[in-house]
Nanobody, 115 residues
Framework: QVQLVESGGGLVQPGGSLKLSCVAS????????MSWYRQTPGKERELVAA???????DYEDSVKGRFTISRDNAKNTVYLQMNSLKPEDTAVYYC?????????WGKGTLVTVSS
C-alpha cells in the first residue's frame, strides 16, 4: 500500500526558511518521479517542484531560486528546502507520485508565512 507522509510544516516569518520531508513506502522509490504540490483555499492544487529518479529537477516560476527539491533514495525520502519565504507561499504542501495511471498523495503539511 502506497503511503506518503509529509512533515516539517509550521509558522515562519517572511524571509525565513523551512525544510519539508516526505517519507515514502509501499512502492519502489528509486525509479519514481516525486513532486511537491501546494494548495490554498479556493484555488487548485499547483505543482511547486518535481525531481526525477536521476535527479533532474523542475520548479514553478515563483519559487525558482528560493526552493530546492532533493531526494535520498536510501531513505525513501524527498525534501523541499524553502528559503526566502513569502506570505504568498502560505499553503498546504502535498507530496505526490504517479504509479502507472494512479496519482498518490500524502495528507499534506501546512506552511504559514506570517509576521
Amino acid at each position: 500500500q502506497v503511503q506518503l507522509v509529509e512533515s516539517g510544516g509550521g509558522l515562519v516569518q517572511p524571509g525565513g526558511s523551512l525544510k519539508l520531508s516526505c517519507v515514502a513506502s509501499g512502492f519502489t522509490f528509486n525509479p519514481s518521479r516525486m513532486s511537491w504540490y501546494r494548495q490554498t483555499p479556493g484555488k487548485e492544487r499547483e505543482l511547486v517542484a518535481a525531481i526525477s529518479s536521476g535527479g533532474f529537477t523542475d520548479y514553478e516560476d515563483s519559487v525558482k531560486g528560493r526552493f530546492t527539491i532533493s531526494r535520498d533514495n536510501a531513505k525513501n525520502t524527498v525534501y523541499l528546502q524553502m528559503n526566502s519565504l513569502k506570505p504568498e507561499d502560505t499553503a498546504v504542501y502535498y507530496c505526490n507520485t504517479v504509479i502507472g495511471y494512479i496519482s498518490y498523495w500524502g495528507k499534506g503539511t501546512l506552511v504559514t508565512v506570517s509576521s
